[in-house]
């Protein structure tokens, strides 16, 4: 019997993958973890064929956790389920090592079709990763940030300040501080203000 794990931190949408992988794949069992935490326990408690991955996670980002499972079990495909839309976080997502995207706002149909793809060995790339997977060449300036730094990123595009992000993330002011100025100075920018008309324009904040 396959298995795959679920890491997302709502419920009913675990649920409702869940029911959807349940009436497709009747021989699939299904594991779930809210958290980074709660997934290496699942993790190496057990062999998983797939893991079905949110970006936005409590803790650590989805990406970090994506990074991190791909060095620690290098042969476990990961299949990122975001409400992010594929052109935010789509190039970042395939370098990190991901088998494949699909927004939350997808028809069930093409999270199915995703799943048998990467169940069987290959990949999934919607019509939106093709689109920014030709980016490569030419690729924006917010790609050279970290993923923490492309984290603080969007949450100060989005209108959250310092003190803010810092209780959010659980690190100290001054680091989220050291962040903000990485961030200025790779994408050659001076005030937050700035920082927010940057991510407005490149649509990675709502």
Do not use: C, N, W
Not at 2 to 28: K, N, T
Not at 162 to 190: A, H
Request: charge should be neutral; avoid cysteine; charged fraction near 25%.
């Amino acid at each position: 019997m396959r298995s795959v794990l679920l890491i997302d931190d709502h419920p009913i949408v675990r649920q409702g993958l869940s029911r959807v992988l349940a009436a497709e794949f009747p021989d699939l069992r299904i594991a779930e973890a809210v958290d980074g935490i709660t997934a290496f326990e699942r993790l190496r408690a057990a062999p998983f064929h797939l893991v079905l991955l949110d970006l936005t996670l409590p803790g650590d980002s989805g990406l970090v956790l994506l990074r991190r499972i791909h060095r620690e079990f290098p042969a476990l495909p990961v299949l990122v389920v975001s409400m992010h839309p594929a052109d935010q976080f789509a190039q970042r997502t395939l370098q990190a090592g991901a088998a494949g995207y699909v927004t939350k706002g997808a028809d069930p149909r093409e999270l199915v079709q995703a799943v048998r793809a990467v169940l069987g060995g290959g990949r999934y790339v919607p019509a939106e990763l093709e689109e920014a997977a030709r980016l490569v060449a030419d690729p924006p300036k917010h790609e050279a940030l970290s993923d923490r730094e492309y984290q603080v990123l969007r949450l100060i595009g989005g209108g959250r300040t310092v003190s803010e992000i810092s209780r959010e993330l659980g690190v100290s002011v001054k680091t989220i501080s050291t962040y903000r100025s990485r961030i200025l100075e790779k994408l050659q920018l001076r005030t937050s203000a700035e920082i927010i008309h940057y991510a407005i324009v490149h649509g990675l904040v709502p």
